[in-house]
């Protein structure tokens, strides 16, 4: 019994609901900050201490939150998007927290947020500098490679979005992810 309570007490909590919206109050965009430092700064080191720049003047900030009993409890994923000229927007700063990486959809949902959302103020074209690592991961959600750049000294490529892929929408919250762990079928 006592091996069965360690190995549970070592197990890390696994929420079971996910909520993705753009960020409003002040302990959102407090979380979303935190992650994005967390992300670009202290795990990839892409930036020294801090990531924001001009463009978070202007952008709109996008977080998936997991849920306790309902209520959005802490940031694990963050976006940010902008529209720099009339209809064509662009999406940046997409991370998320290392221990929920392993669920696959939080990534997609605020991908899908992002689109939708611009899509639904008027965006023509949605475009995206996408780390050369998650290149495939964009492919497989209807995005398209427009050539390999550099960037902060990484390889990336500037990819465009399928807008046909992501219908337009005015939400401001959406994709409540109720992640299901895999169930073995017995023949």
Known sequence: MKDLIEGLESRPFIPTEYVVRLARTPWERAGYHALRREVFCKEQKVFAQDDRDGIDQTAIP??????????????????????????????????????????????????????????????????????????????RLHWKSLGAITLHGLPHHDMQADLSRYPPHGLEQTWLLRPQPRTRQVA
């Not at 700063?93 to 959302?117: N, P, Y």
Request: overall charge positive; charged content about 20%; aromatic content about 6%.
């Open 62 to 139: 996008i977080i998936a939150a997991c849920c306790m009993a309902g209520m959005p409890d802490r940031v694990v994923g963050a976006v940010r998007i902008h529209e720099p000229e009339p209809g064509v927007w662009r999406g940046s700063r997409l991370a998320v927290q290392a221990d929920h990486r392993k669920l696959g959809r939080i990534g997609a949902e605020l991908i899908r947020m992002a689109v939708s959302t611009a899509h639904g103020l008027g965006a023509t074209q949605f475009l995206a500098q996408v780390q050369e690592q998650n290149v495939l991961f964009f492919r």
